[in-house]
């Protein structure tokens, strides 16, 4: 269940209260977030829409401990981020969250299963055991075949499925995606969606997602405008999302 | 290591850039390598000399001759082990740029006070029982392929001049690494019974072996004393001074050579620094997805410090293997003209702890500036 007020569900996966976020241009103060809630369940698919610099990328950097906001909290699993230090901050990302960007944001020098490696480099696991992970998140995104390949040898769609598999095979709390799908065509787009649904679907993920486009953002379960800083508006559009998140 | 391969690939994803940077370290330390040993062979004289022995020579000047009677009177001083004396004898073999050094020994002594340049007992029975007799270093007698038996003729340039011959009856060989083994040795008598009359009976200086290195300086003032106010007043040094002081006649060659040895590192440091700042810029993006995924700054600053450190050492490798090959060679060609050049180990050793440094300072900076990148701003730019 999604819900944008404050008195939301305690026992949320994700939780938001207050969040505060200015920024300072020029010595003007320019505040992106105001006093924003939100809940989100476990396995909840939610799509934040909004013109640009409404603060979309923003939230998200801030749900994914990528910046700290000026006032307010977020708690994940129980988890208080906004009070960490930089380090624990990294290893919080590195256990909770995976990151799905617009550009894919592959390292273009290291094959398909080497750069879906990288996040568990940061664990104990041995080597055949990191090799049998990645093997199951390329599968899961349906390119066991590429593993070998280099990102240069592989379509904007298939980058971004490699980008996927990195997000998901250490396992993570929640996946952010910022525009997954701004920079494919729409057949491109299509099967990305029909990938993260999967991941929600079958896979029980919990998925935040940043997007300008509408057909897009209607294949989540719960769709969040944001205006001027503020959760103005909710649309729920599946019947899989619980009733009554939206303000 | 886990992390090996992705820095491996960090590292040869620009190929060219990378042969460069490397063959700049490799050119620096073969230039390092060669000053160093050039220093090295300069300052050697000091470094190996034994440190009891003691150099007397003329007061006024080396060139200026001193008497051979002073042998006995130095002798007879508390303290002395032996005295040898020795003339230089500057002629020319066949051309003038094969130079080597050639010195009228007395053999009576010779083995006494260089102790460490070794000749086999049955050549220098040879050679005392042959009046044209020779001594040459190994690498002299290797240069010019001579052979125990040869006859060797060379023309004098001082002492009358004319053709002289010698008989190479053996071959020295120094027992310490650096020891001079260009030297050429003969007969203090042919010596005499050549020259003209105004040089007989003259030795250029006295090398006095002692019983202790404690009695040098007491034996060295001693020496001056004795011979104070004659018509041959004496300047007595230990062997380390002597050398010394003969090596600052060609200037002030240590200065020279950390000055280009300064110049060759900062300039390298300049490169690759500056590489290692490209590098690490045109990877912003990269190294901010590492950051968000879950590496920890040090970690950042550890993968740039590897590449930078990797590329020093493999560089510095590179470039030291050339000089372990190159320097020998080119030390046979400047044979003559400059001491032996040698390679030691501790240079090796001081050559790569320079490029380890300069591979780290090089990395340092575009190591913190990654460490320090903000992942939202690295983000906001890609």
């Known amino acids: 269940m999604v819900s944008v007020n404050a008195d939301g569900n305690s026992k949320a996966l994700i939780q938001v209260r207050g969040l505060n976020k200015t920024y300072r241009r020029g010595g003007e103060p320019i505040q992106v977030l105001q006093g924003l809630n939100l809940d989100v369940d476990k396995g909840d698919f939610v799509a934040f829409m909004g013109p640009s610099g409404s603060g979309k990328t923003t939230l998200l950097n801030l749900l994914g401990g990528l910046d700290v906001p000026t006032a307010g909290a977020i708690s994940v699993a129980g988890d208080e981020i906004t009070h960490m230090s930089s380090g624990r901050l990294t290893e919080w990302r590195a256990r909770h969250v995976g990151f799905v960007f617009q550009m894919y944001n592959l390292v273009p020098v290291l094959t398909a299963s080497q750069n879906v490696e990288l996040p568990l480099l940061l664990t104990r696991l041995s080597r055949s055991e990191r090799k049998a992970h990645v093997e199951a998140a390329l599968a899961i995104v349906g390119l066991q075949g590429r593993a070998d390949h280099f990102p240069r040898q592989l379509s904007g769609g298939q980058e971004q499925r490699v980008a996927i598999a990195r997000a998901v095979v250490s396992d993570p709390t929640f996946l952010l995606c910022d525009e997954p799908t701004g920079d494919l065509d729409r057949k491109s787009a299509d099967e990305i969606m029909a990938l993260i649904e999967e991941l929600v679907r079958q896979h029980k993920k919990t998925v935040l997602m940043v997007t300008h486009d509408p057909v897009v953002a209607a294949r989540a379960h719960t769709v969040l405008h944001l205006e001027k800083g503020v959760l103005v508006e909710a649309a729920k559009s599946s019947p899989g999302a619980a009733a009554g998140g939206a303000a | 290591m886990k992390f090996s391969r992705l820095i491996w690939a960090n590292l040869t994803r620009k190929k060219v850039r990378l042969l460069l940077t490397l063959g700049s370290f490799a050119v620096a330390l073969f230039l390092f390598a060669f000053l160093a040993v050039v220093r090295d062979a300069f300052s050697r004289g000091g470094g190996i000399a034994s440190a009891n022995r003691l150099v007397t020579i003329n007061r006024v000047s080396i060139i200026q001759s001193l008497p051979l009677s002073y042998r006995d009177k130095i002798q007879n001083i508390p303290g002395v082990q032996s005295v040898t004396h020795d003339n230089w004898f500057g002629a020319v073999y066949q051309d003038e740029k094969n130079f080597f050094p050639q010195f009228v020994i007395d053999p009576e002594n010779q083995r006494k006070v260089y102790s460490e340049l070794v000749v086999p007992d049955d050549q220098w029975g040879n050679f005392l029982k042959d009046r044209q007799g020779a001594i040459a270093g190994d690498s002299t007698a290797k240069r010019f392929g001579w052979k125990i038996g040869d006859r060797i003729p060379l023309k004098a340039t001082a002492y009358g001049g004319g053709a002289w011959e010698f008989n190479l009856d053996g071959i020295y060989h120094g027992t310490r690494p650096g020891d001079d083994e260009t030297q050429f040795w003969f007969q203090w008598d042919y010596f005499e019974e050549r020259v003209p009359q105004s040089f007989k009976g003259q030795a250029g200086w006295y090398t006095v072996r002692l019983n202790s290195p404690d009695d040098a300086l007491r034996v060295a003032k001693t020496i001056d004393a004795d011979f104070a106010n004659s018509p041959y007043e004496t300047k007595t040094d230990t062997e380390s001074a002597f050398a010394e002081n003969w090596v600052k006649q060609f200037g002030n060659i240590e200065l020279l050579i950390l000055s280009i040895g300064s110049v060759v ?118």
Not at chain 2, 319 to 346: C, D, E, N, R
């Open chain 2, 265 to 382: 590192f900062f300039t390298l440091l300049l490169v690759t620094g500056n590489t290692m700042a490209i590098s690490v810029r045109e990877r912003t993006g990269e190294l901010a997805i590492l950051k968000a995924i879950g590496f920890r700054d040090g970690s950042v600053l550890f993968f740039v410090l590897a590449e930078a450190l990797a590329i020093a050492l493999v560089g510095g490798f590179v470039g030291l293997g050339l000089a372990l090959l190159a320097i020998p060679i080119l030390g046979q060609s400047m044979s003559g003209m400059l001491p032996p050049l040698v390679i030691s180990k501790t240079m090796l050793a001081t050559a790569l702890g320079f490029a380890l440094l300069v591979g780290m300072c090089s990395g340092l900076l575009p190591g913190i500036g990654a460490m320090r990148l903000r992942v939202v701003d690295a983000l906001r730019r890609i």
